[in-house]
């Protein structure tokens, strides 16, 4: 079993719409959780961490993060056709390792 | 700021060749990573420091490959010998480890192509 699955897509959305982008772990000590974002050729950008059971929002992105189910998810409301990359979801466990997902490819079209 | 700079941007060398990957971690930080990624198996962790310390060097595929730290500025990644196989991006990313948590910022990448 992989450390963290994503459904790698492609995810096609259009402009204006909710992409809903989701991501399991396996390692129940994992403390920091984070979604990166991809452009191709462009090495991994963060977009947004979170690190308790809940909702975090930034601008048009919203992280939610359910420990006892082992799940994370990332929206992105009022997609844009630059929303298009790949969005990779990465989990820290205690000994600082950071494990990456294969990642979700988001297709935005205007 | 500058941020987790990484060189060369791109190589191409022959099979049997030695590859020196270099990478400057972003000053303070006190982890440092270097991935691989490739369309087939995405972003691999390859070895972590912290504190200039190997910690976790399970990921390094064989013998071939070495990593090291001999500051908190400075960390290679060496292939020797380099086969086709290892064409691939190698990303160096760098962590300040604290209470507060930590994020992972990543380098442009090394493009790697071996021939």
């Known amino acids: 079993q992989k450390e963290v699955e994503q459904n790698s897509g492609p995810l096609s959305v259009p402009e204006g719409a909710i992409a809903s982008l989701n991501c399991t772990y396996s390692?129940?000590?994992?403390?920091?959780f984070f979604w990166y974002r991809q452009y191709s050729g462009k090495s991994p950008e963060l977009i947004m961490s979170?690190?308790?059971?809940g909702d975090k929002e930034d601008g048009r992105f919203t992280a939610q993060l359910n420990k006892a189910s082992q799940y994370v998810s990332l929206l992105i409301r009022d997609s844009q056709p630059s929303d298009s990359a790949t969005y990779l979801c990465?989990?820290?466990?205690?000994?600082?390792?950071?494990?990456f997902g294969s990642g979700t490819k988001l297709n935005v079209k205007p | 700021d500058a941020g987790v700079i990484q060189s060369p941007r791109h190589e191409v060398t022959e099979m049997g060749q030695e590859v020196t990957l270099r990478c400057k971690p972003i000053?303070?930080?006190?982890?440092l990573f270097w991935y691989r990624q490739t369309m087939m198996r995405g972003l691999e962790l390859l070895i972590y420091?912290?504190?200039?310390?190997?910690?976790?060097d399970s990921g390094m595929p064989e013998d071939r490959f070495s990593a090291k730290m001999p500051n908190a500025s400075f960390s290679t990644l060496k292939i020797q010998p380099s086969e086709p196989r290892d064409s691939a991006v190698y990303f160096c990313?760098?962590?300040?480890?604290?209470?507060?948590?930590?994020?992972?910022?990543f380098g442009e990448g090394s493009w790697l192509t071996v021939v």
């Open positions: 990313a760098s962590s300040l480890r604290g209470i507060s948590g930590n994020t992972i910022y």
């Open positions: 390692d129940r000590g994992s403390q920091s």
């Open positions: 979170i690190y308790s059971n």
């Open positions: 990465a989990v820290n466990n205690n000994f600082n390792k950071f494990y």
């Open positions: 000053s303070g930080h006190n982890s």
């Open positions: 420091f912290n504190n200039n310390v190997p910690i976790d």
